[in-house]
């Protein structure tokens, strides 16, 4: 099987057909996760929103889905409170109540429900332990385990807190005196983690993944999928890849890898971009412990989420119509989040204050009606072509271990074969505690718990590097937690090829501290000779073999990605 695009949807088809049998390669034509799944809310979640919808069918699938995520990836895919806070008395919203009261039913299998009532009081105590002092930045988030004290997690009940248990979930609202609230749990990861995690347990089953390489065309015989014409993005070369089955999991591209004749324009999907706009402030300028749910006019609300140390702010979600490689977050969008943010928390944010913004499309898919693109389901559609191509879009990053399924539950019945899923049971990663790190002269004490939820037990990997050579114990950016050793192994184990891949994906400093990257100007990404980006690129250099020439052209690329993709604002 060749599968197209190392997206989540695509890492997910090539884990679930390894773990079935089949002989499996990923393309991707730049880097894994760099189109939408490096640019989501990183919400693993029901989707409290879509209730209003009523898609009862995806939001209950998404909230299994969240369930069993932070089951296979502890480490990486953890609770989080979200608060709905209330003011000067006024009781939650009833109708947000009811809109909760169904997400608890939905999220519990059938079976568990009764024993979840029962769990109730135990797990109070937990939870109030959990949220009580707010972390510092960086520090580690609970586990599942502590907020449960349950080895399988399931949510919580939602309740109504007081103004002060709201206030200990939501510093930042301290000048607005909340009174109430509606507490309730979704999850939260590293998109990019995720998909790099999945990738590797694919490898893990035997799937050899690759990425810049562009699937430039479909091979076909009589008709028939019979593999893709590549082209290596870094050397230019052109070949063929020979393969049973076609998957393409190209996301928002979906459409543009076709069969020479398509029988029915239905064959394929048409989809319909919207672009969702994200920025990042320093904990300190709008400190969260817990995630809320913030008004934003006519009706929409965003989320302001406690990540990675710092808070994210969005999203936005427009129609989009423009190039799809670099997706730029507009001026609007940016004041549109900082508008809402400001109204709600009574904070006067400006753009200067940002730490990084960044924007993404999300593939929808086109019914030919001209509902709003925030109106448009997320399920996700397989479709498959006369030539036998199967291509799998739309869906969330929360779904992809069912849209992986779909695929190959499609193909293993055209081939009459009997390979059952098994992606449910496989864990991701190895999930490992902090304690059990060991503690490497020079490595800042923070940087141990963001190893942990990044890596899990590979973190050890991360130190030993650290170990043997002390200049890679320094962390890229004075003050965070991501280590030069990082850059290091992603070179190594993780395909990085570019200053790009490492700060704007395998780390996320492209997004949470766009500024100490760019330095004293907004595009002098690399112009200072001992900055991050110059670190990053002398390791990088070291490991991949860089002639100073290189160095220099891969400090300009990325100094030009970074402008394309906007991620510093003024
Ligand atoms: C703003 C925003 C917020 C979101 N928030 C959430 C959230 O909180 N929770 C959630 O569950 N979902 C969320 N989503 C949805 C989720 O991010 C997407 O559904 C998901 O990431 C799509 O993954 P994908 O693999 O299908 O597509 P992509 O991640 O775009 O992957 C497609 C890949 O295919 C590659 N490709 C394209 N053409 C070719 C070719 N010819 N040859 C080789 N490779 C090719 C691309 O380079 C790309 O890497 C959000 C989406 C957006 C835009």
Same mark, same amino acid.
């Given at each position: 099987m060749v599968v197209v695009g190392g997206g989540i949807t695509g890492a997910g088809v090539a884990l679930d057909a390894a773990t079935r049998g089949y002989s499996v390669a990923l393309l991707e034509r730049?880097? #894994? %996760? %760099?189109?939408?799944s490096s640019r989501s809310s990183k919400l693993v979640h $029901?989707? *409290?929103?879509y209730l209003q919808n009523f898609d009862l069918g995806l939001v209950r699938e998404a909230l299994l889905e969240r369930q069993l995520m932070v089951k296979l990836a502890p480490h990486l895919v953890r609770p989080l409170p979200l608060v709905v806070p209330a003011f000067e008395g006024a009781r939650p919203d009833r109708l947000v109540g009811v809109g909760l009261n169904l997400y608890d039913v939905m999220s519990v299998e059938r079976g568990r429900r009764r024993a979840r009532r029962g769990k109730r009081a135990r797990t109070l105590g937990a939870e109030r332990r959990a949220t009580k002092a707010p972390p510092e930045p960086g520090a580690e988030a609970a586990t599942a385990e502590e907020v449960t004290g349950e080895e399988s997690w399931s949510p919580e009940r939602h309740r109504v807190i007081s103004g002060e248990e709201v206030l200990e979930l939501l510093p930042a609202l301290s000048d607005r005196e909340p009174t109430s609230g509606y507490l309730f749990y979704d999850c939260q990861t590293d998109d990019v983690r995720l998909v790099l995690t999945v990738l590797g347990e694919a490898e893990r089953f035997g799937a050899v993944c690759a990425n810049? *390489?562009? @699937?430039? $065309?479909l091979l076909e015989r009589d008709g028939r999928a019979q593999g893709v014409e590549v082209r290596d993005g870094e050397s230019g070369a052109t070949f063929d890849v020979r393969a049973a089955n076609v998957v393409n999991a190209t996301g928002v591209w979906a459409d543009e890898l076709r069969p020479q004749e398509l029988h029915d324009e239905a064959e394929l999907p048409r989809i319909r971009p919207s672009r969702g706009t994200h920025v990042t402030l320093r904990h300190a300028e709008l400190p969260l412990v817990g995630g809320a749910i913030v008004p934003a006019g006519s009706g929409r609300s965003i989320f302001a989420l406690p990540w990675l140390g710092h808070t994210l702010v969005g999203t936005t979600d427009n129609d989009y119509e423009g190039p799809l490689d670099h997706i730029e977050p507009s001026d609007d969008d940016v004041h549109y989040l900082l508008d809402a943010v400001n109204e709600f928390f009574g904070s006067e944010l400006t753009p200067g204050h940002l730490t990084g913004a960044f924007a993404g499309v999300r593939p929808l898919i086109s019914t030919g009606d001209p509902k709003k693109s925030v109106d448009i389901s997320r399920k996700a559609e397989l479709y498959e072509t006369s030539s036998g191509m199967i291509t799998i879009t739309g869906g969330k990053l929360t779904t992809w271990r069912r849209m992986a399924k779909m695929t190959v539950d499609r193909i293993v019945e055209r081939e009459a074969r009997d390979a059952p899923c098994r992606t449910h049971e496989i864990p991701l990663g190895q999930a490992i505690s902090v304690q059990e790190l060991p503690r490497v002269e020079g @490595?800042?004490?923070?940087?141990y718990a963001a190893l942990a939820s990044r #890596?899990?037990?590979? %973190?050890h990997d991360v130190l030993a590097l650290a170990g043997a050579r002390g200049e890679l114990a320094q962390p890229i950016v004075d003050d965070l937690p991501d280590l030069l050793a990082e850059v290091a192994l992603a070179a190594r184990?993780?395909? %990085? *090829?570019?200053i790009g891949d490492v700060l704007m994906r395998r780390t996320r400093l492209g997004l949470l501290a766009a500024r100490e990257l760019s330095g004293p100007t907004a595009d002098g990404f690399g112009s200072t000779a001992d900055g991050p980006v110059a670190r990053v690129a002398d390791v990088l250099a070291g490991e991949l073999g860089w002639d100073v020439a290189r160095r220099q052209a891969e400090v300009e690329a990325f100094a030009r990605e970074a402008s394309a993709e906007g991620i510093v604002r003024s």
């Open positions: 730049t880097d #894994y %996760a %760099a189109g939408t $029901g989707g *409290l929103r810049r *390489l562009d @699937v430039t $065309g @490595v800042p004490e923070e940087s #890596y899990g037990h590979a %973190a184990r993780e395909q %990085a *090829l570019s």
